[in-house]
């Protein structure tokens, strides 16, 4: 059994800064691709940003310049830079990964709230 667990949300003023961690743990035995997704109140979930297994990166036209999406193993980052109060989402962990077999993974999602 394959789980996610996210970490590093909170409340921070517009403009400011954070940096959420998803670690994946379990019978891995590869990751194919890592993304993460967000929830706003009333909205569907999104993609924010995705990584390959081979490092390509894609990012919402919403956060592009201001989001780093980064990864490590079986941990993923995001860094997330001049937060807006649109930002404000529950923030979830994505990942593709070989298991006993191949699936798709959710975490249970942290919450960012930029406000002032």
């Known amino acids: 059994q394959v789980q996610l667990v996210e970490s590093g949300g909170g409340l921070v003023q517009p403009g400011g800064s954070l940096r959420l961690s998803c670690v994946a743990s379990?019978?891995?035995?590869?990751?194919?691709?890592m993304s993460w997704y967000r929830q706003a109140p009333g909205k569907q979930r999104e993609l924010v940003a995705a990584?390959?297994?081979?490092?390509g990166t894609n990012y919402a036209d919403s956060v592009k310049g201001r989001f780093t999406i980064s990864k490590d193993n079986t941990k993923v980052y995001l860094q997330m830079n001049e937060l807006k109060p649109e930002d404000t989402a529950v923030y979830y962990c994505n990942a593709d990964i070989l298991g006993f077999s191949r699936g798709e993974y959710w975490g249970q999602g942290t919450q960012v709230t930029v406000s002032s």
């Open positions: 379990g019978t891995i035995l590869g990751v194919y691709g």
């Open positions: 990584i390959t297994s081979g490092r």
